[in-house]
């Protein structure tokens, strides 16, 4: 039975999804064994704690990379995590985790990755500079996380269009659709 831990700082609908789809069978063969939140008030604790499942708060506060990596990295080893899933994880980790875990930790992003992300594109903003361009479709993005941000190796996306009446709101809530989908997906065949 591999562990998977989420890692969330918000609401945690993505963190929800996961969960379900490991409940359901969707994701065969591992349990959701930690949720990871980056602040104590952090919505999606409260499924967590509801759902019987393990939680932790890590806030880097005045930590550097090599106390965040150090301490990351303990509270993986001491819950035995094998995979670990960014849903709506905020915080960018530090080399020395990313490369310890290569391969074994995923994003999801509201957007189709290389556009529309990077530094400074998170929450409405991604949708709005999606309307803002004029383009007409726009999806989410699964993708291995590597020390930069949003850079690393592409495995799922998918797509949906963007209506002229749309807004920011309106947009955001038809990508969270798709991530609740393709995010459990994606875990459920690397993991195999
Ligand atoms: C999602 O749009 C996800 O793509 C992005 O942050 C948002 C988190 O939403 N990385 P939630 O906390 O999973 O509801």
């Not at 960014?86 to 999801?108: E, M, Q, S, W």
Request: a positive charge; hydrophobic letters at 45%.
């Amino acid at each position: 039975m591999k562990k998977i831990a989420v890692f969330i700082s918000g609401t945690g609908s993505n963190m929800i999804s996961i969960v379900n789809a490991a409940e359901s069978g969707l994701i065969e063969g591992a349990e959701i064994a930690l949720v990871l939140a980056s602040k104590p008030s952090a919505k999606g604790l409260d499924f967590a704690r509801n759902k019987g499942i393990k939680t932790a708060v890590f806030v880097y506060g005045d930590k550097n990379d090599s106390e965040i990596a150090k301490g990351l990295s303990e509270l993986m080893e001491r819950n035995s995590i094998d995979f670990i899933a960014l849903a709506g994880y905020v915080k960018v980790l530090p080399k020395d985790f990313t490369d310890k875990y290569k391969g074994k930790i995923v994003n999801i992003h509201p957007s189709l990755i290389p556009l529309f992300c990077g530094k400074g594109f998170y929450g409405l903003k991604v949708h709005q500079a999606v309307l803002d361009s004029g383009m007409k479709v726009t999806g989410a993005t699964v993708h291995f996380v590597d020390s930069g941000v949003d850079t690393g190796k592409i495995i799922e996306q998918d797509t949906c269009r963007v209506f002229n009446d749309d807004t920011a709101e309106i947009l955001q809530k038809r990508v969270l659709e798709i991530e609740h989908r393709i995010f459990p997906l994606a875990i459920s065949n690397l993991i195999r």
